[in-house]
């Protein structure tokens, strides 16, 4: 198995890391999972935020994030770019809480 080529952080991924950042979230950009990464992670809750774009692979996704969860017990949260826009902050946030609040009690 070969693991994936690391790419440059879009915008999408330093969007959402300054949205984490000004909420006090600590997470890191681009972690590593051997043999996958993730697009952000959230150490404290075990959330891995996958940021969609147009030429993502369902099977593979899905491939990835049960590995994410099966060898790591990582949930994966994905979320189109699409949504990763300034106009819906306030959404991704609110969801976002939502998630941090269940994985905190889990």
Do not use: C
């Not at 952080?9 to 950042?21: A, C, G, I, M, R």
């Not at 990464?37 to 075990?46: E, L, P, T």
């Not at 826009?85 to 609040?101: A, S, T």
Request: charged share 35%.
């Amino acid at each position: 198995m070969f693991s994936e080529p690391r790419k440059r952080d879009t915008k999408e991924q330093l969007l959402v890391s300054k949205w984490l950042n000004e909420i006090g979230l600590e997470h890191s950009l681009e972690e590593e999972f051997p043999p996958y990464w993730a697009d952000i992670y959230i150490h404290d809750i075990k959330l891995a935020i996958e940021l969609d774009g147009a030429f993502h692979l369902k099977k593979r996704d899905a491939k990835r994030d049960s590995h994410f969860l099966e060898e790591y017990g990582v949930t994966t949260w994905r979320i189109e770019n699409e949504m990763v826009k300034v106009r819906n902050k306030d959404n991704f946030i609110k969801e976002l809480m939502i998630l941090v609040e269940e994985r905190s009690n889990a």
